[in-house]
């Protein structure tokens, strides 16, 4: 029987009804054709295989580096060139990252012009020295952060294809995430330090410069050996294979001792999209593990003050806590270990780590470890593109570490998220609002980018639940981790998740909330007795909680649906009409005469300008 491939338009169309096999099934899975969902939708993702062997020069921070990348074409489509990441080259003088951080209004403080002034022994770079498909040469072009590759032969639906590749790379001074012997002294930061495959979907390829944020990768197995000077200590993403051979408190039983002046750590990590490696001579190992869980790994330097150190220490039962707490409100974590490093220059995540600076207070480690291992969850397992969807992953990530720290801290906040809102109020009333489709690097403002993904993001998650009510929220999320976990989700499918869940429309809301800068402002108009007139000022519609004080004292909860949203949250309001958006007023009457009137006295709903919320 001859195939018959979907259409790139009806794979777009299709999508958001894809959901995955379950956890167990795909944790550690190796390529998979397509994903089917219950309502018969294809859904495919591509899939790539690292192997990659690493020999750094840790006095002169260079590094050579052979690649073999088995790429499998899931798609529809026949591809005839690929593209690769080259992360290193933005630390280079005059690179697009370095132009950007000094034309911006509002420069990255990390950044500045620190990149302008790198010399040649200071910058960072890869150079693809060969490449092969299947052992022909390829004709390839170094673009600035991106290797253009003209392939040999097209790539055929379904067909697996190998790589073989050469590079020597050197690591920049430290400056943003990535780096060598950053502020506070960590040797090496080696994250997007590998020619990364560039991600191919529905929409085509994703080979986006490496401009100022964040990244997307292919899911697959990652097989890496990295041969450094044995007085370092690694750490990162994936499984140590040979502690036997390496020590530096990995070992499991009698360290078989080396007389070469190098160390090689062998490292595999199964189905994830990046891979992260740091490494100082200095490094304090410690473990702690979780119950029912992962083994979690601390290395953090030993210069550290006695202050900051016993901060460490402390803050490691705490992690076992995120871990849990992340693991019941979102979905179980999958991996076997996790680890949190020192280095970098503030938090970023990785593949079953993260990178924090260590010269922080009891409750900063914390803090910073909660919304970095959040990110396991939003954009590593959930992983959706952070340079178009930036709000995703920063926003839902912000949403469930804030609620996640209010608990294990004991903070007692009535509204955890209360900072974020008032962010977002600002940006909105602020006139640089952008809407949340623009791409990250395309913010006018860093500030503007950092509300919108951060603040608006984790406020489109907490506004949601005042929309289907907070048990539909719970259910949304969990439903979204089992359906798109391992996957690449899209904003439309939290929308259709919480759809599924809730049973309404909510279309409008992320029209709305997600895709404009339209505003929420209701107001209460006018109480003459017992009548109450609201109105709508702002454009973007929204169901409303309303709270009634009588006269004689006594009050009563209404729920106003919002008539678009073809029915109610459940609540134990008293449910009166629905009110139709293009209506810019809505009346009825109370059952007594009324003193005052709030709208949402629970503050969950965004409206911009909270004054005319009570009369």
Not at 41 to 60: C, E, F, L, P, R
Not at 196 to 216: M, T, V
Request: aromatic content about 12%.
């Amino acid at each position: 029987m001859k195939k018959i491939y979907i259409s790139i338009l009806s794979i777009a169309l299709l999508l958001s009804c894809s959901t995955t096999k379950s956890i167990s099934s795909t944790t550690y899975s190796s390529t998979s054709m397509v994903l089917n969902s219950p309502a018969t939708a294809t859904y495919w993702q591509q899939h790539v295989d690292y192997k990659m062997d690493i020999d750094m020069d840790v006095n002169n921070y260079q590094y050579q580096g052979k690649q073999t990348l088995v790429y499998t074409n899931n798609s529809p489509d026949v591809l005839d060139r690929v593209y690769y990441h080259l992360f290193f080259n933005a630390f280079q003088p005059g690179s697009e990252m370095d132009v950007r951080s000094q034309t911006i209004a509002d420069p990255d403080s990390r950044v500045g012009n620190r990149i302008g002034q790198l010399k040649p022994n200071e910058i960072g770079y890869i150079k693809v020295n060969s490449l092969k498909q299947d052992g022909t040469t390829l004709k390839h072009e170094t673009v600035g952060t991106v290797l253009e590759v003209q392939l040999a032969k097209p790539i055929q639906p379904g067909e697996k294809v190998t790589f073989t590749m050469d590079f020597d790379a050197q690591v920049p001074a430290q400056i943003r995430r990535s780096g060598r012997n950053n502020a506070e002294g960590v040797a090496l930061s080696m994250s997007q330090w590998y020619p990364k495959l560039a991600e191919y979907d529905f929409e085509g390829w994703h080979a986006d410069p490496y401009i100022g944020r964040e990244f997307h990768g292919v899911w697959g197995d990652f097989d890496v050996n990295i041969t450094i000077d044995k007085n370092y200590t690694l750490g990162g993403t994936g499984y140590l294979q040979n502690p036997n051979q390496i020590g530096h408190g990995y070992e499991t039983s009698t360290v078989t001792k080396s007389n070469s002046d190098k160390l090689t750590w062998h490292f595999v990590a199964p189905n994830v999209h990046d891979f992260m490696w740091a490494a100082d001579p200095a490094y304090i190992h410690d473990t702690k593990q979780v119950p029912n869980g992962p083994l979690l790994h601390f290395l953090y330097k030993n210069t550290l003050d006695a202050e900051h150190k016993a901060s460490w220490k402390k803050m490691q039962s705490k992690t076992v806590e995120l871990m849990q707490y992340y693991s019941e409100h979102v979905g179980k974590y999958p991996y076997k270990q996790y680890s949190v490093i020192q280095g970098g220059d503030g938090g970023m995540e990785y593949a079953m780590s993260t990178l924090i600076t260590g010269n922080r207070s009891y409750g900063s480690l914390v803090g910073v470890t909660a919304h970095e291992m959040a990110h396991t969850w939003f954009q590593f397992l959930l992983a959706s593109n952070e340079s178009k969807h930036e709000w995703m992953d920063e926003g839902f990530t912000t949403y469930i570490s804030t609620l996640a720290k209010n608990d294990i801290m004991n903070e007692g906040k009535s509204h955890p998220l209360e900072n974020a809102y008032k962010s977002y109020i600002y940006l909105a009333n602020s006139g640089k609002e952008q809407p949340l489709t623009t791409h990250s690097d395309r913010y006018a403002y860093n500030r503007s980018y950092s509300i919108a993904a951060y603040s608006k993001g984790a406020v489109f998650l907490s506004q949601l639940g005042y929309v289907i009510g907070s048990e539909n929220l719970k259910k949304t999320i969990k439903k979204y981790f089992t359906d798109f976990a391992f996957k690449h989700p899209k904003p439309l499918d939290i929308v259709r998740t919480a759809e599924r869940v809730s049973g309404l429309e909510l279309d409008w809301y992320l029209t709305d909330f997600g895709q404009t800068t339209n505003t929420i402002d209701y107001g209460v108009k006018t109480v003459e007795g017992k009548t109450i007139t609201l109105e709508r000022i702002g454009l973007m519609p929204m169901p409303i909680d309303l709270k009634v004080t009588y006269i004689d004292g006594s009050s009563e909860d209404f729920y106003i649906p919002l008539q678009m949203m073809r029915g109610e949250k459940p609540t134990k309001a008293t449910i009166i009409s629905d009110w139709a958006w293009a209506y810019p007023t809505y009346t009825f009457d109370a059952k007594k005469d009324v003193k005052t009137v709030e709208i949402d006295p629970s503050g969950l709903m965004a409206d911009v300008n909270a004054s005319n919320n009570i009369k």
